[in-house]
């Protein structure tokens, strides 16, 4: 089995350098917590394994030859990037309100504690849930992740030998490469924790996030 690997790997590390749906999501995860970030690293590489798996067997190539699946696949993926940002702005401004009055009238005793969510009665499981959950969903429905499986993978192929071994072996080399550059990216965005733990910061930053997700999921949806 003869396949392109120095030309493989360029055009891989390539495509993760450029900022994407995937990129913002990690990212964004990261800040909010480590663990969140490397959870949404991880589900987008479960994602890529589907896309893998789906190429695989033939399954892409048929919704690349179907405009009606490629468009729902797209239209889908679009839609969760703008509820993702959508849901992101708005807890922005509710979080800019909730410490306007708690400025304006501050906590007393007789406040009493604040009751607990049940979504977060368990934040470590609740992170990495929440984490894997939007890096999966957005990978998965990216059909572009789905197009390299089946337009740019197999030029690196040898068409001598099993295609299929060779489309799982270069998309788990991809996985992996994939793996150790989303961790990276969380080590680095953790660091800016600390920016983002100041109010103003962290509200510009949950702005500006969440009108990258609408602006990419509109992008998304109205591109050819």
Known sequence: MSIDLVGFL???????LVPGPDF???LRSATEHPSK???????AQAGLCVHMLAAATGLSLIAARSPMVYDAIKLLGAAYLVYLGVRTVLAARRAAREQSAGQAKPAGPEDGPAPEDPATA??????WRSGFTQGFLTNVLNPKAALFFISILPQFVNGDGSMTRQIFFLGTLDV???IVYWLALVAVATRLRALLARPRFRHRWELTTGWLFIGIGIGVATIA
């Open 10 to 16: 360029g055009v891989v590390m390539v495509a993760y």
């Open 24 to 26: 913002l999501v990690v």
């Open 37 to 43: 970030g490397r959870a949404a690293g991880l589900g």
């Open 122 to 127: 368990d934040p470590v499981r609740g992170r």
């Open 176 to 178: 992996l490469i994939g």
